[in-house]
């Protein structure tokens, strides 16, 4: 079956060490992005990739790098930099375009303490 | 950015009564509006995909509209059952190639 895998599923780190997270797709999909999601909020772009090699930063990047490397993956991590990094992380992948929906993971909470 | 609003907040449902809840969003460089539906403990999944003003699209209970000329959807569950319970989320999609989310309308279907 086809789908997006995130994992871990929960995650916890010290603060001022960095994390990263996993976000694999088998859908063949050239795009893929990384949200975060915080209580009473609507889904916030961290970072989006519309091809291997390539991505650009979304609405809330500082903090946080991506890579990639392979069309399949999509790797976030979460570095000391980022000023609340406890949250829960969306990843999600799509044919690119405005009228494609996006598949998404089952998500990872990370907590920081 | 475009501001998205969705009401209500929240929303507790008799079951088997029908119901329906509001999207709104700036009307200007409108490209399509999105609309999910999210589970507790699942991943959000895709319900429609809209772009013509005018649209309407049915997926079995559910259906949804669409205004781009004022700016707001709407989301229409009939017959309300226990499964519909969910947090229902729409996005417009902007002019720099991302959705923007609202903060979504939970829905509790009360049996």
């Known amino acids: ?113 | 950015i475009l501001n998205v609003e969705q009401s209500p907040q929240s929303l507790h449902v008799q079951e088997g009564d029908s119901t329906n809840f509001t999207c709104s969003f700036p009307s200007s460089n409108f490209y399509a509006l999105h609309w999910y539906r999210w589970e507790t403990a699942k991943s959000p999944e895709a319900l429609f995909v809209m772009t013509l003003n005018g649209d309407e699209k049915k997926k079995g209970r559910i259906s949804a509209t669409l205004n781009t000329k004022e700016g707001y959807s709407y989301l229409y569950i009939k017959g309300s059952q226990p499964e519909d319970s969910a947090t229902y989320l729409c996005a417009p999609w902007d002019s720099n190639y991302q959705l923007i989310w609202g903060a979504g309308t939970k829905l509790i279907i009360k049996p």
């Open chain 1, 1 to 113: 079956d086809g789908g997006i895998t995130q994992s871990p599923k929960y995650l916890f780190r010290k603060e001022g060490q960095n994390v990263t997270l996993s976000c694999e797709q088998n859908l063949n999909h050239d795009a893929m992005y990384w949200y975060r999601q915080d209580p009473g909020q609507g889904l916030r772009l961290i970072y989006y990739s519309q091809i291997v090699n390539d991505f650009q930063k979304g609405d809330i990047a500082e903090g946080y790098s991506v890579s990639r490397e392979k069309k399949e993956s999509f790797p976030l991590t979460v570095t000391s930099a980022q000023k609340n990094p406890t949250a829960f992380y969306l990843c999600a992948s799509s044919i690119p375009g405005s009228g494609s929906p996006l598949h998404f993971g089952n998500g990872t909470r990370l907590t920081v303490t």
